[in-house]
Every structure is written in C-alpha cells, then in structure tokens.
C-alpha cells in the first residue's frame, strides 16, 4: 500500500468523520449512513473499553480502533492503525485520557 493509500486510509478512522470510516465515500456525493449521537459514541467507547479489560490477559498486545472511531478491540498482531500496549497501568491511563 502506499503512502497515499495509508493517509487515505487514515483519514477515514478519524472520529470526526464517521461516514467515512472504510466505506469509500471521500465527499464525493451524500453519505447514505446516519451518524450516531454523541450519546451513541460514548456508549460505544465504554463497552469497547470494558472488552479491553476483560480481554487483557497478557501484555503487551496490540489494541485497533473499527467501525465508528470509537470501537477498539484486541487484534492478533500490530498494523499502522494499532495501539501497543504494554502494561495493565497503560491500559488504564489509556481509558482515562481516550474514553468518553
């Protein structure tokens, strides 16, 4: 993939931009798909996080954020959209700083 491909793809995990998130709408017509709410989100993020916890057995693991920005799970190995972590410490301040 290149460059251009990764920022492209990048660009569509951005929270800000839910109607893009891998579905190929780049503003170039309407987006068919209705936004969640913020409510929706934050909903999302902590029932994401909470399967974080229950899912970190051991450290460190990569960590990957799907679907509306806002949904992180336990992937088997790193990519450039993964977060690493280390330590049950670093999962913690993670959810204190990312979790709505």
């Known amino acids: 993939m290149s460059y251009e491909q990764h920022m492209k793809h990048y ?9 893009q998130q891998c579905s190929g709408y780049f503003g170039d017509g309407k987006c068919e798909e209705v936004p969640p709410t913020l409510e929706e989100l934050r909903e999302i993020e902590k029932k994401s ?20 920005g806002r949904h992180w799970k336990i ?7 993964s977060l690493q972590v280390n330590s049950y410490e ?4 993670f959810g204190k700083n990312y979790v709505g």
């Open 11 to 19: 660009r569509n995990h951005r929270k800000d931009r839910h109607c």
């Open 49 to 68: 996080f909470a399967i974080l916890l229950e899912a970190a057995k051991t450290f460190p693991f990569p960590a990957h954020i799907f679907m509306t």
């Open 75 to 81: 992937t088997d190995k790193p990519n450039l959209f």
């Open 90 to 93: 670093e999962l913690l301040e």
